[in-house]
């Protein structure tokens, strides 16, 4: 694909000048700045829109109707290492 971009003279001169230092064709150094910044200006990789975020936590949620609710204390530190608190391993040991 070909486009004409008109520079303003300043811009011009640094991208001639950037394009001389590297050895590089005019087109070329242009086409790359262009490809480096669309590219810095994407999401990074693996990052979610806010619309896809909600649509994953709504794919989470379906079905969480069903599960028992539980009180506040089920999820106390306690409760998670109740086997290791009273003197057995949760895994035994070989």
Do not use: W
């Amino acid at each position: 694909m070909t486009i004409r971009v008109d520079l303003n003279p300043e811009t011009e001169a640094r991208l001639t000048a950037q394009a001389r230092s590297q050895g590089a064709p005019l087109e070329k150094l242009a086409e790359r700045l262009l490809a480096e910044a669309l590219t810095e200006s994407s999401p990074p990789h693996g990052a979610l829109t806010v619309e896809e975020f909600h649509h994953m936590l709504e794919a989470m949620a379906e079905g969480s109707e069903k599960l028992p609710n539980l009180p506040t204390e089920s999820f106390s530190r306690e409760s998670f290492y109740e086997d290791r608190l009273d003197g057995r391993d949760a895994v035994p040991r070989r």
